[in-house]
Nanobody
Framework: QVQVKESGGGLVQPGGSLRISCAASGDSRDAMGWYRQAPGGQRELVASITRDGTTTYAESVKGRFTISGDSVLNTAFLFMNSLKPEDTAVYYC?????????????WGQGTQVTVSS
């Protein structure tokens, strides 16, 4: 089992910056990442990072968002710059591991990010 908890969401003005954090505990993780879901929308990938530091970003956030994590993926951060109103969403952290070759994904409860003047 893996426990996942996000923190650091809030209200920020357009063009501003925000950092959200994700803490994971329990069984060792192979990857962590962030998805987001806007009102009325589907959950979409934002960014992910593997234990060896490989990162993946959605096209909509490339060049603006940066994901980082420690070497054992106890914590992952999402640094968000040049925020736009369309970045408003609930951001969900996930942690991945394998058990018996089966991929398992654990989710946090989510943290609200609102970009508005």
């Amino acid at each position: 089992q893996v426990q996942v908890k996000e923190s650091g969401g809030g209200l920020v003005q357009p063009g501003g910056s925000l950092r959200i954090s994700c803490a994971a505990s329990g069984d060792s993780r192979d990857a962590m990442g962030w998805y987001r879901q806007a009102p009325g929308g589907q959950r979409e990938l934002v960014a992910s990072i593997t234990r060896d530091g490989t990162t993946t970003y959605a096209e909509s956030v490339k060049g603006r968002f940066t994901i980082s994590g420690d070497s054992v993926l106890n914590t992952a951060f999402l640094f968000m710059n040049s925020l736009k109103p369309e970045d408003t969403a609930v951001y969900y952290c996930h942690a991945d591991r394998k058990s018996g070759g089966m991929p398992l994904r654990y989710w946090g409860q989510g943290t609200q990010v609102t970009v508005s003047s």
